[in-house]
T-cell receptor, first 114, second 110 residues
């Protein structure tokens, strides 16, 4: 059953704590993305990776870090430097086939600050 | 930087009424995509438009790409409660980035 999985579904962070959100895909997609969604807002790009061991900052990368050691995995760490981390985090992957490139999203992780 | 704006931000309609959301880009797009996000869910791809002036239909949904490839619209005929959700347009940016619109949240009143 192919798809994208994210864990956990809900995550609580204490002040000054780093937390890591998991994203795994078995679609054999090259590109992976992390987005942040705030209530009533659109999707803002945090980081993206087009290939293993390479990634680029999106529009709101400050306070976040990523790694891409395997094609299937693209974990996101929310560091203590991110002062307003409460949001819905969505991971996506995509594959380019001619003109057609669509993003497949995981179910998301809701991060709350205690 | 590239911006993709959508209007309206919210829309409430009676079931059976039509609904339209508009998407405008600050730059010319090579293609535009539409996604639907159900309440509490994640965005799901609906369709991609590539050609200038292109019109595509999916049952009650009609998608249009502007002649200048800077705007797009999604029209739903005779809305149903299953149409509830937020509709996003998205356009490609530099590299492999996608720029998502601000979204239009549709509420259908039975």
């Amino acid at each position: 059953d192919g798809g994208i999985t994210q864990s956990p579904k809900y995550l609580f962070r204490k002040e000054g704590q780093n937390v890591t959100l998991s994203c795994e895909q078995n679609l054999n997609h090259d590109a992976m993305y992390w987005y942040r969604q705030d209530p009533g807002q659109g999707l803002r790009l945090i980081y993206y990776s087009q290939i293993v061991n390479d990634f680029q900052k999106g529009d709101i990368a400050e306070g976040y870090s990523v790694s891409r050691e395997k094609k299937e995995s693209f974990p996101l760490t929310v560091t203590s430097a991110q002062k307003n981390p409460t949001a819905f985090y969505l991971c996506a992957s995509s594959i380019f086939l001619g003109y057609q490139e669509t993003q497949y999203f995981g179910p998301g992780t809701r991060l709350l600050v205690l | 930087g590239q911006q993709v704006m959508q209007i309206p931000q919210y829309q409430h309609v009676q079931e059976g009424e039509d609904f339209t959301t508009y998407c405008n880009s600050s730059t010319t797009l090579s293609n535009i995509q539409w996604y639907k996000q159900r309440p509490g869910g994640h965005p799901v791809f609906l369709i991609q438009l590539v050609k200038s002036g292109e019109v595509k239909k999916q049952k009650r949904l009609t998608f249009q790409f502007g002649e200048a490839k800077k705007n797009s619209s999604l029209h739903i005929t005779a809305t149903q409660t299953t149409d509830v959700g937020t509709y996003f347009c998205a356009g490609p940016g530099l590299g492999n980035q996608f720029y998502f619109g601000t979204g239009t949240s549709l509420t259908v009143i039975p």
